[in-house]
């Protein structure tokens, strides 16, 4: 089991910056891959970004470009996301997740583990 835990989340104004800290614990070196999803109240929830640890690749969601980062420490224990020029439509809980994929990591199905989310919320 991996355990994972939120942390950073916060009231902003819009224009401000964020960084989100997810932190593992547990049989961390069977994932291949972590991500960071958010859910808006009455909302799917729907993938931001993730980080796959071979490689180092990342994927965003296109509403997050460039104005997001994720990045994560080569121990696979912490991943980060950098959320900058945050909007209101940003605001959401956001959930990390750890996966054990090799294959597509940009849908929830693709995530073996989630954290308990943490809340956004940018006011304008």
């Known amino acids: 089991q991996v355990q994972l835990v939120e942390s950073g989340g916060g009231l902003v104004q819009a224009g401000s910056s964020l960084r989100l800290s997810c932190a593992a614990s547990g049989r961390t070196f069977s994932t291949n891959a972590m991500g960071w999803f958010r859910q808006a109240p009455g909302k799917e929830r729907e993938f931001v970004a993730a980080?796959?640890?071979?490689?180092?690749?990342?994927y965003y969601v296109d509403s997050v470009k460039g104005r997001f980062t994720i990045s994560g420490d080569n121990a696979k224990n912490t991943v980060f996301l950098q959320m900058n020029s945050l909007k209101p439509e940003d605001t959401a809980v956001y959930y990390c997740?750890?996966?054990?994929?090799?294959?597509?990591?940009?849908?929830?199905?693709?995530?073996?583990?989630w954290g308990q989310g943490t809340q956004v919320t940018v006011s304008s």
């Open positions: 980080i796959r640890w071979s490689g180092g690749r990342t």
């Open positions: 997740a750890a996966s054990r994929s090799f294959s597509m990591i940009t849908t929830s199905q693709m995530y073996d583990y």
